[in-house]
């Protein structure tokens, strides 16, 4: 399957960002799988087009703007260097997985088991090696 060369995590607070830069809290929120027993997996957007970013920027939960403080826009060539790397070990992948509402919704997905403290680094090193830039809301 090809993938765009860019990928979207919404940012709902501050307390994701330092000095405008995502940290890598923003990465922690990984849930199961429902179609896949031995990953867990963090929604995220494929920036297949502008209308990607609309569709995050634009999300609301409870009749308000989910992502108050925009999107984070990363690399999906910087990220794959990092899945094949010691640090993730490949335990780290990502899928395409539309819904009804979103087109672009997509996953990353990563193996369950893997340490807390190598999952902070991973977090760590996708927010600091694949961030290319900050999409804020227009109030």
Sequence with gaps: MDYP????RGVISEEYLKKGLPKASLFSGF???ENKS?????SINWYDREEALMQILDQKKDG???FKIGAAIFSREKLDELCATGYADNCYKYERSPTPDNEYHGNLLAKKGIKK???KMVASLIAAN???KLELQKI
Excluded: H, S, V
């Design 64 to 66: 308000a703007r989910q």
């Design 5 to 8: 060369d860019k990928w979207i």
């Design 130 to 132: 694949c961030f290319i």
């Design 117 to 119: 403290e190598d999952k």
């Design 38 to 42: 031995d990953y867990e997996e963090l």
């Design 31 to 33: 849930t199961d799988c």
